[in-house]
């Protein structure tokens, strides 16, 4: 027998090397081949539920890590909550209609107005799915687990259903209405767009000063009066039929080179210096409440423009007096309603000028900045122009830039329920409190909200005609088309005539003759996953309404958070949720967006190829997720070595609990050493700090406090010394049994805790511990704290340990750099303590040398020599320690050699004695060479 093979030394078959990206798969095959999500439901039957609800990613290309963040979030959160005595079903979901889906079909060569409608639809019922399967790979692929057999996805029939029953309450209760003014419009995609689909973008545009010839001034003003108007869109002027000025501001008639001008008298100097005007001369002043119904002519259509009045005028810029084209601005339609003003809006769905901008038909919208400005030159009116860079309204999906244009469209009135709206926003729980903020004020400011699409690929508008054009919505009208689009899908719609379409018997005072036509528009997409608060939290049966928790991206708050609460609370009068979390976008590791044209993207099957979905959902929870997060191979290479540590700790414990029984060796906390009951008490501490991040959705304090725990807790102070105990010790001591309870203890409860962020490596690790009755970790319940009555008392003894024993490290180093001693255990060191140090050191009761490992420690009442390193009012000395190095624990002890048996003389007191007693073969035979 060998001297080693007297020592306990730990021995486990877990692998050092994770080898993450084959054994993940592996394991993700084992979970769907036992059902484990269905056996974590099965287990929560009848406990309390947690609701998260699923926001609908779009069905469209491989995920990317802004996908992964979400899922993964999502899945340390349901994982949590199952494991913490809660039934938490999740049920993932897509958004499947909209334009995106459209333009993958025209790149792959379809034209959707040359095919058959009903074969269109079903090529982007067939993409879809196949992008819905596709995205389900991916997500299962990072370990998420979920109902993947049952999603939800809105094109299927009873979701079409459930979103239609939403259409048709919020139409009984007169929140749907048809409307024509201005929205808008994106000409590359053909289509009006919500608010929520608008992002901006910094654009060149031109800047005009405009001069309108007085027709008529009431007597009020000279003939030759000219009114100055300023825009940046020289492309509406073909549409102006007003012009507006603040009532209550003062407005002066200036003369400049025989000329005479009207402008608000605040911006005088500011237009003078704009125009280069010398010496301009004040004729007259008057309020602009005296313009009101003056006339101008249009500056070359034969056509007059009404002077108005309106409050919304600001002299932050311009003149004072604003140029108004009701088919083309929100401001200028609502404020000449009371005038009666036509809304003329002569631009096609594409962008184009139609015949009622005579001399522009044909051109493209934006062409006609240079048209107007040219004809306005030709006639004397253009005063300046110029050019400047401002940020412009663009179409979210294709990145051109959209227009204000009125058509006719479908609303749904915001300002009928707006305030029940911003009640149920004060209720609900943000949990980044500037969230409600920030929707409130969404709400708050929003206008009515335009839910129809001239597109193909979506759920169609539920709407009727009569043969005068009277729209017919019914709540009979509603329930048969429900009821069709559950049994047949909304692809019906197309397939049947409008009679077909409505309930057998079906009459209506506008179609005398029965005659009907139906809607062509589809619903905005946002009022699909704006739906689903009732397509799946009512519409399946595991589930419950209202949510626990929403938790999307930030870009959310003016998407689905937004078309939710509107939608639920014109239903309902309540919010879908309780509670909503957001957050920030992934970004590279220099803080830029993830582009393909930089050449910075992170593909998520890229990272779990190289380092395994565990090091990225690590990544997940270590950053702060509230704000924009970066990522990098760089960085996840790091992640990679914080996830190393993790794993050699869980190795290191199951190697030394391996012959550990928790039922026949575990020693009573009543009966534990000192140092064992303070690292059970300050694992119990982690148990409650971590169970309360958890709760709190803070996954980085989850991940700090027990990186932390395992390096500075655990690795630096615990394990180090444990060696000297678990490997030295007799095999059953209850020295040795104590600490090895305190670490199955930590090991078990570790293993528990990282189920929601490291699944993978947590069910390997569970399979090692032959101990534990579940199947899977996840099978287990989260550990629960702890009351010891002594916890308060022991936290605070050996807080004043460590300061001594930072002080007893501080010293060894200064020995060792002065090359007194080379390895800790040649040590002997001598304390010359204060009062609270030698009553601290007394009343432990422990051996305080191998705490700190060295070989000797002696407290003395002596005054401290020279060479002691002095701290404050104590002092320590470090020397070499007498005797000779021990064969079997290293420590230097003067015993080694004084055993009667030649076979132990090389061995100190306590080894020879613990190999006397377990091998007495050493006795007679003495070990080998």
């Given at each position: 027998?060998?001297?080693?093979?007297?020592?306990?030394?730990?021995?486990?078959?877990?692998?050092?090397?994770?080898?993450?990206?084959?054994?993940?798969?592996?394991?993700?095959?084992?979970?769907?081949?036992?059902?484990?999500?269905?056996?974590?439901?099965?287990?929560?039957?009848?406990?309390?539920?947690?609701?998260?609800?699923?926001?609908?990613?779009?069905?469209?290309?491989?995920?990317?890590?802004?996908?992964?963040?979400?899922?993964?979030?999502?899945?340390?959160?349901?994982?949590?909550?199952?494991?913490?005595?809660?039934?938490?079903?999740?049920?993932?979901?897509?958004?499947?209609?909209?334009?995106?889906?459209?333009?993958?079909?025209?790149?792959?060569?379809?034209?959707?107005?040359?095919?058959?409608?009903?074969?269109?639809?079903?090529?982007?019922?067939?993409?879809?799915?196949?992008?819905?399967?596709?995205?389900?790979?991916?997500?299962?692929?990072?370990?998420?687990?979920?109902?993947?057999?049952?999603?939800y996805v809105t094109l299927l029939p009873e979701y079409e259903a459930a979103q239609i029953r939403v259409f048709g309450a919020m139409a009984e209760k007169g929140y749907i209405y048809k409307g024509q003014k201005p929205i808008y419009w994106s000409p590359s995609s053909e289509s009006s767009l919500a608010e929520a689909e608008i992002e901006y973008q910094d654009v060149r545009s031109a800047s005009i000063y405009v001069a309108f010839k007085a027709k008529d001034t009431k007597g009020l003003l000279p003939e030759d009066t000219e009114f100055i108007i300023w825009t940046t869109t020289p492309w509406t002027i073909p549409s102006n039929l007003g012009i507006f000025a603040h009532?209550?501001?003062?407005?002066?008639?200036?003369?400049?080179?025989?000329?005479?001008?009207?402008?608000?008298?605040?911006?005088?100097?500011?237009?003078?210096?704009?125009?280069?005007?010398?010496?301009?001369?004040?004729?007259?002043?008057?309020?602009?409440?005296?313009?009101?119904?003056?006339?101008?002519?249009?500056?070359?259509?034969?056509?007059?423009?009404?002077?108005?009045?309106?409050?919304?005028?600001?002299?932050?810029?311009?003149?004072?007096?604003?140029?108004?084209?009701?088919?083309?601005?929100?401001?200028?339609?609502?404020?000449?309603?009371?005038?009666?003003?036509?809304?003329?809006?002569?631009?096609?769905?594409?962008?184009?000028?139609?015949?009622?901008?005579?001399?522009?038909?044909?051109?493209?919208?934006?062409?006609?900045?240079?048209?107007?400005?040219?004809?306005?030159?030709?006639?004397?009116?253009?005063?300046?122009?110029?050019?400047?860079?401002?940020?412009?309204?663009?179409?979210?999906?294709?990145?051109?830039?959209?227009?204000?244009?009125?058509?006719?469209?479908?609303?749904?009135?915001?300002?009928?329920?707006?305030?029940?709206?911003?009640?149920?926003?004060?209720?609900?729980?943000?949990?980044?409190?500037?969230?409600?903020?920030?929707?409130?004020?969404?709400?708050?400011?929003?206008?009515?909200?335009?839910?129809?699409?001239?597109?193909?690929?979506?759920?169609?508008?539920?709407?009727?005609?009569?043969?005068?054009?009277?729209?017919?919505?019914?709540?009979?009208?509603?329930?048969?088309?429900?009821?069709?689009?559950?049994?047949?899908?909304?692809?019906?719609?197309?397939?049947?005539?409008?009679?077909?379409?409505?309930?057998?018997?079906?009459?209506?005072?506008?179609?005398?003759?029965?005659?009907?036509?139906?809607?062509?528009d589809i619903m905005d997409v946002w009022f699909d996953s704006g739906s689903s608060w009732n397509g799946v939290l009512n519409g399946r049966e595991e589930l419950s309404y209202p949510a626990d928790l929403y938790l999307e991206g930030s870009d959310q708050y003016r998407g689905w958070f937004n078309s939710s609460i509107t939608t639920s609370v014109a239903v309902n009068g309540i919010a879908p949720y309780k509670a909503v979390l957001s957050q920030g976008f992934v970004l590279d590791g220099e803080g830029r967006k993830m582009s393909k044209s930089i050449g910075n993207v992170i593909v998520p099957k890229d990272v779990t190829k190289q380092f395994g979905a565990d090091i990225?959902?690590?990544?997940?929870?270590?950053?702060?997720?509230?704000?924009?997060?970066?990522?990098?191979?760089?960085?996840?290479?790091?992640?990679?070595?914080?996830?190393?540590?993790?794993?050699?700790?869980?190795?290191?414990?199951?190697?030394?609990?391996?012959?550990?029984?928790?039922?026949?060796?575990?020693?009573?906390?009543?009966?534990?050493?000192?140092?064992?009951?303070?690292?059970?008490?300050?694992?119990?501490?982690?148990?409650?700090?971590?169970?309360?991040?958890?709760?709190?959705?803070?996954?980085?304090?989850?991940?700090?406090?027990?990186?932390?725990?395992?390096?500075?807790?655990?690795?630096?102070?615990?394990?180090?010394?444990?060696?000297?105990?678990?490997?030295?010790?007799?095999?059953?001591?209850?020295?040795?049994?104590?600490?090895?309870?305190?670490?199955?203890?930590?090991?078990?409860?570790?293993?528990?805790?990282?189920?929601?962020?490291?699944?993978?490596?947590?069910?390997?690790?569970?399979?090692?511990?032959?101990?534990?009755?579940?199947?899977?970790?996840?099978?287990?319940?989260?550990?629960?704290?702890?009351?010891?009555?002594?916890?308060?008392?022991?936290?605070?003894?050996?807080?004043?340990?460590?300061?001594?024993?930072?002080?007893?490290?501080?010293?060894?180093?200064?020995?060792?750099?002065?090359?007194?001693?080379?390895?800790?255990?040649?040590?002997?060191?001598?304390?010359?303590?204060?009062?609270?140090?030698?009553?601290?050191?007394?009343?432990?009761?422990?051996?305080?040398?191998?705490?700190?490992?060295?070989?000797?420690?002696?407290?003395?009442?002596?005054?401290?020599?020279?060479?002691?390193?002095?701290?404050?009012?104590?002092?320590?000395?470090?020397?070499?320690?007498?005797?000779?190095?021990?064969?079997?624990?290293?420590?230097?002890?003067?015993?080694?050699?004084?055993?009667?048996?030649?076979?132990?003389?090389?061995?100190?007191?306590?080894?020879?004695?613990?190999?006397?007693?377990?091998?007495?073969?050493?006795?007679?035979?003495?070990?080998?060479?």
């Amino acid at each position: 027998m060998k001297i080693k093979d007297t020592l306990n030394l730990g021995k486990t078959a877990f692998p050092m090397r994770a080898g993450l990206p084959t054994k993940e798969p592996e394991w993700q095959k084992k979970w769907d081949g036992d059902k484990l999500y269905q056996l974590r439901q099965k287990l929560n039957e009848g406990k309390p539920s947690f609701m998260l609800h699923d926001g609908p990613p779009y069905a469209n290309g491989n995920i990317h890590l802004g996908h992964s963040l979400n899922k993964i979030s999502k899945d340390i959160i349901v994982r949590y909550k199952s494991m913490a005595g809660f039934r938490a079903p999740y049920v993932p979901g897509w958004d499947t209609h909209g334009l995106p889906i459209e333009q993958q079909l025209a790149k792959a060569g379809m034209k959707r107005k040359e095919m058959d409608l009903l074969d269109y639809l079903e090529e982007c019922r067939k993409y879809a799915l196949s992008q819905v399967d596709m995205q389900r790979s991916d997500f299962k692929s990072l370990g998420v687990l979920g109902d993947w057999e049952k999603p939800y996805v809105t094109l299927l029939p009873e979701y079409e259903a459930a979103q239609i029953r939403v259409f048709g309450a919020m139409a009984e209760k007169g929140y749907i209405y048809k409307g024509q003014k201005p929205i808008y419009w994106s000409p590359s995609s053909e289509s009006s767009l919500a608010e929520a689909e608008i992002e901006y973008q910094d654009v060149r545009s031109a800047s005009i000063y405009v001069a309108f010839k007085a027709k008529d001034t009431k007597g009020l003003l000279p003939e030759d009066t000219e009114f100055i108007i300023w825009t940046t869109t020289p492309w509406t002027i073909p549409s102006n039929l007003g012009i507006f000025a603040h009532p209550d501001y003062d407005y002066s008639l200036v003369e400049v080179a025989d000329r005479k001008f009207l402008i608000a008298s605040e911006m005088l100097d500011a237009v003078s210096s704009k125009l280069e005007w010398e010496n301009p001369k004040v004729l007259q002043t008057l309020k602009g409440s005296d313009l009101d119904m003056m006339v101008a002519k249009h500056p070359f259509y034969d056509r007059d423009t009404l002077v108005m009045n309106a409050d919304y005028v600001t002299l932050d810029s311009g003149t004072g007096l604003v140029h108004v084209a009701p088919g083309h601005g929100e401001d200028d339609y609502f404020a000449s309603r009371k005038y009666k003003l036509e809304v003329l809006s002569p631009i096609d769905d594409r962008g184009y000028y139609t015949a009622e901008a005579p001399g522009f038909e044909g051109l493209f919208y934006d062409e006609g900045n240079k048209k107007s400005t040219q004809l306005l030159e030709e006639n004397n009116a253009l005063l300046k122009l110029e050019f400047f860079t401002h940020s412009y309204p663009h179409d979210w999906r294709t990145k051109k830039p959209v227009i204000f244009r009125a058509t006719p469209q479908w609303f749904a009135s915001i300002d009928d329920f707006r305030q029940n709206i911003l009640d149920e926003v004060e209720k609900v729980d943000w949990v980044i409190p500037w969230g409600k903020t920030r929707l409130y004020n969404m709400v708050r400011d929003r206008g009515d909200w335009v839910i129809s699409r001239q597109r193909a690929w979506g759920l169609p508008l539920p709407i009727f005609y009569g043969e005068n054009g009277d729209a017919i919505i019914t709540p009979e009208t509603i329930d048969h088309i429900a009821n069709l689009f559950a049994e047949h899908g909304s692809k019906v719609w197309f397939e049947r005539e409008a009679k077909d379409l409505l309930p057998e018997g079906f009459t209506h005072p506008s179609s005398p003759n029965g005659i009907f036509t139906k809607e062509k528009d589809i619903m905005d997409v946002w009022f699909d996953s704006g739906s689903s608060w009732n397509g799946v939290l009512n519409g399946r049966e595991e589930l419950s309404y209202p949510a626990d928790l929403y938790l999307e991206g930030s870009d959310q708050y003016r998407g689905w958070f937004n078309s939710s609460i509107t939608t639920s609370v014109a239903v309902n009068g309540i919010a879908p949720y309780k509670a909503v979390l957001s957050q920030g976008f992934v970004l590279d590791g220099e803080g830029r967006k993830m582009s393909k044209s930089i050449g910075n993207v992170i593909v998520p099957k890229d990272v779990t190829k190289q380092f395994g979905a565990d090091i990225l959902r690590l990544w997940v929870a270590s950053v702060d997720t509230e704000s924009d997060v970066r990522v990098s191979m760089d960085i996840l290479k790091q992640i990679s070595e914080v996830y190393r540590k993790i794993r050699n700790s869980l190795r290191f414990l199951l190697a030394n609990t391996s012959d550990f029984d928790k039922n026949a060796d575990a020693v009573p906390y009543a009966e534990m050493r000192g140092v064992d009951k303070y690292m059970t008490v300050k694992f119990n501490e982690l148990v409650k700090a971590v169970r309360t991040a958890y709760d709190k959705y803070d996954f980085m304090t989850v991940y700090k406090l027990i990186v932390n725990f395992l390096t500075q807790d655990l690795s630096a102070f615990y394990l180090d010394f444990a060696k000297d105990v678990v490997y030295i010790d007799a095999a059953k001591s209850k020295a040795r049994r104590g600490m090895q309870t305190v670490m199955y203890k930590m090991l078990v409860d570790l293993t528990k805790m990282l189920v929601p962020i490291l699944p993978h490596t947590a069910e390997e690790t569970w399979t090692y511990l032959e101990n534990e009755s579940e199947q899977y970790a996840y099978l287990s319940e989260m550990p629960e704290p702890v009351a010891y009555p002594d916890a308060e008392e022991l936290l605070g003894e050996w807080e004043s340990f460590f300061d001594f024993r930072d002080k007893a490290l501080k010293a060894l180093e200064e020995a060792r750099i002065a090359k007194l001693i080379g390895k800790p255990l040649e040590a002997k060191l001598v304390v010359y303590p204060n009062e609270v140090v030698a009553t601290l050191l007394k009343s432990l009761d422990e051996n305080v040398a191998q705490l700190l490992i060295v070989s000797e420690l002696e407290i003395s009442s002596e005054n401290a020599p020279e060479d002691a390193l002095k701290f404050d009012d104590m002092a320590i000395l470090v020397e070499r320690a007498a005797g000779e190095v021990c064969d079997r624990c290293r420590r230097t002890d003067v015993t080694v050699g004084q055993d009667s048996n030649p076979h132990l003389a090389h061995l100190c007191a306590s080894c020879a004695a613990i190999v006397g007693s377990e091998f007495p073969e050493v006795l007679a035979e003495g070990f080998e060479e």
